[in-house]
């Protein structure tokens, strides 16, 4: 008698010990995949907010500029520059916003001084910046590291008509 309640006891004890371990796994398991979602969801957002700041910095570059009507196209660092010419104390300076090393970039120089595009003030990661201005349409492509792009079309407020 005393053998068949100890053979009992055993076997609700192996069953509850394998009943502990598939619910620690279960648990591990859920764990793991809600941390493998919130990396994805967090890399979204982080692609996202990288692009939406980059949209938001180029507009606001534009419609800072001194003479909206001056801003040119020229090939600068990886691709295309956004050139914006200013004047500060009867001074000539060019600001140039480029794609070098894979980031998106910054250079303020005077008007005759030749550029550097690794001396460029990094912004914002970005590995290509595509740019063309077809009468006052300012369009921009903008890839950021993992291939994504995101497009921006500005008009240029006073266009060439506005200096005539």
């Given at each position: 008698?005393?053998?068949t309640?100890s053979n009992?006891?055993?076997?609700a004890g192996?069953f509850?010990?394998v009943?502990?371990?598939?619910?620690?796994v279960?648990?591990?398991a859920?764990?793991l995949?809600?941390?493998?979602t919130?990396?994805k969801l967090?890399d979204?957002d982080?692609?996202?907010?990288?692009?939406r700041t980059?949209?938001?910095y180029?507009?606001?570059r534009v419609?800072?500029?001194?003479?909206?009507a001056a801003?040119?196209i020229?090939?600068?660092?990886?691709g295309?520059?956004?050139?914006?010419p200013?004047?500060y104390?009867?001074?000539?300076?060019?600001?140039?916003?480029?794609?070098s090393?894979?980031?998106?970039?910054?250079y303020?120089?005077?008007?005759?001084?030749a550029?550097d595009?690794d001396?460029?003030?990094?912004?914002?990661?970005?590995s290509?910046?595509?740019i063309?201005?077809?009468d006052?349409l300012?369009?921009?492509?903008?890839?950021d590291?993992s291939?994504?792009?995101?497009d921006?079309?500005l008009f240029?407020r006073?266009?060439k008509?506005?200096?005539?």
């Open positions: 008698m005393k053998k309640l009992k006891n055993s076997i192996l509850s010990m009943l502990f371990a598939i619910f620690a279960c648990i591990v859920v764990l995949m809600g941390i493998n919130y990396q967090n979204r982080q692609a996202a907010f990288s692009r980059c949209a938001h180029l507009t606001t419609r800072q500029a001194a003479d909206p801003v040119t020229t090939d600068f660092g990886d295309d520059a956004l050139v914006l200013e004047t104390d009867g001074e000539q300076y060019t600001t140039y916003i480029y794609c090393g894979g980031w998106l970039r910054e303020f120089t005077a008007e005759d001084t550029g595009p001396l460029g003030e990094k912004i914002l990661k970005a290509a910046l595509d063309s201005l077809e006052d300012l369009s921009v492509t903008v890839t590291t291939g994504r792009t995101s921006i079309a240029i006073g266009g008509e506005a200096l005539s």
